[in-house]
């Protein structure tokens, strides 16, 4: 109880308010799904053949082009080749970022070309 609720209680100006039903957690138990479970349902739709797009950015603004297919659910493979060192730094930061946030990966499969992928995603290599 606040200090300003224990002197108006005090002075008699007002009771403690007493809640009818109890807070607790036990209400939400039952729909409790960890995330990555809740992203793959999210970005993947039932028969729908999973999708690779390959990106090859020139400037930083096409991060929005890698983002948008990132978030629909489909693995990235993004070739910053092309872009200057600068920026082709910024978008990496960017895409560790996006794959991080969403719960999905990154990783690097060759000189500058990164693979981003969803959670409902996995990669091997052989």
């Known amino acids: 109880m606040g200090a300003v609720r224990k002197v108006a209680s005090y002075l008699g100006l ?69 872009m200057s060192t600068v920026e082709a730094t910024r978008m990496v930061d960017f895409a560790a970022g996006l794959a991080y946030g969403c719960e999905g990966r990154i990783e690097r499969i060759a000189e500058k070309v990164f693979l981003l992928t969803p959670s409902n995603v996995e990669v091997s290599s052989v």
């Open 14 to 82: 007002g009771g403690a308010e007493q809640y009818d039903e109890p807070y607790g957690e036990a209400e939400y138990e039952d729909d409790w799904i960890p995330a990555s479970e809740r992203a793959a349902r999210r970005w993947q739709t039932e028969g729908e053949p999973a999708r690779i797009v390959m990106v090859r950015p020139k400037k930083y603004d096409d991060a929005l082009t890698v983002g948008r297919h990132f978030r629909d659910g489909h693995s990235v493979v993004m070739d910053v080749g092309t």
